[in-house]
T-cell receptor
Framework: DGGITQSPKYLFRKEGQNVTLSCEQN?????MYWYRQDPGQGLRLIYY???????QKGDIAEGYSVSREKKESFPLTVTSAQKNPTAFYLC????????????FGQGTRLTVV | KQEVTQIPAALSVPEGENLVLNCSFT??????LQWFRQDPGKGLTSLLL?????REQTSGRLNASLDKSSGRSTLYIAASQPGDSATYLC???????????????FGKGTKLSVKP
């Protein structure tokens, strides 16, 4: 099946740990995105990538890092510098970053313990 | 700065009713507008995409309209069913500027409950 796969579905992080969230797509899309969703705040953009080996900071990039070494993969690392990482993380992709439809994965819920 | 607002924040209707969800945006310079559905604890499912040059799109019982000049979109759901209960989000894709190219700006959503 074509689509976007996020893993794991649930992730628990201890204080001071870095964790990596996986996002894989088999839609042959150039653009990929990471959003964070908090209750009452809507979705906020963390990082985005328009093409392989290129990525840009979004509105709330502090404490996060990404890589885009392959077209189908856009992993997100939540570092210890992110002070409030507990949230629902959503990965998305689209054919390009202009006029095409965006598709989302099923999300990863990250909790700090 | 582009801002997207959805009203109402929550809506409860009896089964079978036709309903309208509203979305407004402050900057008419958009590529497109997309409506999504989100079930609790799940990702977003794309419902309809309207390009900036279009006025409406239809899919089954759903009809979305776009009035770019007034910064408004509506999602019309006909003959609502309990299975339509979810949060509905609208998002506009903004053109390239300030290094943020073609990203989606979301409203906070309307939580719909359809009672049997």
């Amino acid at each position: 099946d074509g689509g976007i796969t996020q893993s794991p579905k649930y992730l628990f992080r201890k204080e001071g740990q870095n964790v990596t969230l996986s996002c894989e797509q088999n839609l042959n899309h150039d653009a990929m995105y990471w959003y964070r969703q908090d209750p009452g705040q809507g979705l906020r953009l963390i990082y985005y990538s328009q093409i392989v080996n290129d990525f840009q900071k979004g509105d709330i990039a502090e404490g996060y890092s990404v890589s885009r070494e392959k077209k189908e993969s856009f992993p997100l690392t939540v570092t210890s510098a992110q002070k409030n990482p507990t949230a629902f993380y959503l990965c998305a992709s689209s054919m390009n970053s202009k006029n095409t439809e965006a598709f989302f994965g099923q999300g990863t819920r990250l909790t700090v313990v | 700065k582009q801002e997207v607002t959805q009203i109402p924040a929550a809506l409860s209707v009896p089964e079978g009713e036709n309903l309208v969800l509203n979305c407004s945006f402050t900057d008419s310079a958009i590529y497109n507008l997309q409506w999504f559905r989100q079930d609790p604890g799940k990702g977003l499912t794309s419902l309809l995409l309207i390009q900036s040059s279009q006025r409406e799109q239809t899919s089954g019982r759903l009809n979305a309209s776009l009035d770019k000049s007034s910064g408004r979109s509506t999602l019309y759901i006909a003959a609502s069913q309990p299975g339509d209960s979810a949060t509905y989000l609208c998002a506009v894709r903004r053109p390239n500027y300030g290094g943020s190219q073609g990203n989606l700006i979301f409203g906070k959503g309307t939580k719909l409950s359809v009672k049997p």
